[in-house]
């Protein structure tokens, strides 16, 4: 029986090729749209996501005077809270834009003239920045990859780009910057952070070279047991069960028992909410914005939902032109039940045309759309959060209700009008 219906569907949409190339285009291309935004959509909402301590990890932030936030904090301030609150495990500083500079290295081959690069993608952190991230080690150990000072991480494409084939272990780079010239050893080599981090370091050095007063180059500011200079941004992990929010609280009453004159407010934000939160004032490189992910996914959906109309439109209008079809094979006894299967299987049919017709465009239109929006998306996102189950879900339930509609409209004509009825081609008899 399915066999049968498949064959009507097919000899149909044969039969009326320009119509049925039409419809199937129309729709095709609407599922085309949303399947590309469902790409970025996705995308978006998977960043950070792999971290294996994402659930109990915490970016602590300070809400000044005028109410704007600020992720940059004083380096003492995370030895403090560790010190005074137990439910505090792990605390982890990184400090950005502080270490951008030139880093200078031998190169590749030993006659090679010392080569140097202008880098802007790189931090300073502490050795806790492996165990509490899930960045992957290539080379090294994660605990004590950044453990002693003048210690760097590279990743590997940078560890390439320095030293090529030669191995990068052991080998000793510069860093030029605001704090002066450092020799730092290469301690680790990690796989290259992930598009959808927004952590994405070339190279992490070891921020407890910073200790050493002779490594600051005059720039007491940055001394890490100081609270004036106010350039790392601090993560928590804390005990399974905390309740952040609380702990916040208490972080507040702290600071406001070490400086009661003190205006600034503390808040601790959930690391699975950084990409999507620069409403609070996010600096990170990659940080995205929920609101324009919730309007992408109306656009998305309302796209979808036009080209289901369209669809049921142009459907319904070839149905009527089916009615005569309908009513002689009720005529000769078809049961109502074979009729609804015929033309649910026929709108499955065509729905499933459009479907391939579409997933055949976003092949060919991905690496434009990339282009466009500046990201590396493949079908592969949709993974996330079972994005792809979600869009199948949406498609069969859209083929089902328009093929319902178009029975429906179909089937609400009783049999003998159906035959009386002329097709808008025959030729009428006019009787005076």
């Not at 809270?81 to 950005?96: D, G, K, L």
């Not at 081959?109 to 492996?130: C, G, L, M, T």
């Not at 080998?171 to 704090?179: A, E, G, P």
Request: aromatic share 12%.
């Amino acid at each position: 029986m399915l066999t049968i219906y498949l064959k009507t569907a097919w000899r149909i949409l044969w039969r009326h090729k320009a119509f049925s190339l039409i419809n199937n285009l129309g729709l095709a291309l609407g599922i085309t749209a949303f399947i590309l935004i469902l790409e970025y959509v996705s995308f978006e909402q998977s960043f950070n996501r792999f971290h294996t301590n994402l659930s109990t990890m915490y970016r602590l932030q300070v809400q000044g005077r005028g109410g704007e936030f600020n992720i940059n904090i004083a380096p003492a301030v995370a030895p403090l809270v560790q010190q005074q609150f137990p439910e505090v495990q792990v605390f982890c500083r990184v400090a950005e834009q502080a270490a951008n500079g030139l880093v200078t290295f031998a190169g590749a081959k030993k006659e090679s003239v010392p080569q140097s690069f202008r880098e802007d993608a790189i931090a300073y952190a502490d050795a806790s920045f492996f165990t509490l991230f899930t960045f992957p080690l290539v080379q090294g150990q994660a605990a004590t990859a950044l453990q002693a000072p003048n210690t760097v991480a590279l990743s590997q494409a940078q560890a390439h780009k320095y030293f090529g084939n030669k191995p990068a272990m052991g080998q000793v780079i510069t860093l030029n910057n605001q704090f002066g010239k450092t020799l730092y050893t290469v301690t680790a080599v990690y796989a290259d952070m992930p598009l959808n981090s927004d952590l994405r370091f070339d190279a992490v050095f070891s921020l407890i070279t910073l200790a050493n007063p002779a490594n600051l180059n005059g720039n007491g500011w940055a001394r890490l047991d100081g609270f004036d200079g106010t350039f790392v941004t601090t993560f928590f992990r804390v005990s399974p069960g905390t309740d952040y929010q609380r702990l916040a609280a208490k972080l507040n009453a702290l600071a406001k028992k070490m400086n009661p004159d003190g205006e600034d407010r503390f808040w601790l934000q959930p690391a699975g909410n950084l990409h999507l939160a620069n409403s609070l004032g996010d600096l990170l490189r990659a940080s995205g914005s929920l609101g324009f992910v919730y309007l992408l996914e109306g656009i998305a959906g309302l796209i979808l939902i036009i080209a289901w109309f369209n669809y049921v439109n142009l459907s319904t209008a070839g149905a009527l032109k089916r009615a005569k079809e309908v009513g002689i094979r009720k005529v000769i006894g078809a049961r109502s039940g074979q009729l609804i299967l015929q033309f649910l299987g026929e709108s499955l049919f065509l729905n499933l045309i459009g479907s391939l017709l579409a997933l055949g465009l976003v092949v060919l239109l991905q690496s434009p759309f990339n282009k466009l929006i500046k990201k590396d998306l493949t079908f592969s996102v949709l993974q996330a959060d079972n994005y792809w189950l979600i869009g199948l879900g949406l498609l069969l339930v859209g083929a089902l209700a328009s093929g319902i509609y178009v029975v429906f409209y179909a089937g609400i004509v009783p049999a003998g009008a159906n035959v009386k009825r002329h097709s808008p081609d025959e030729p009428r008899l006019l009787v005076t």
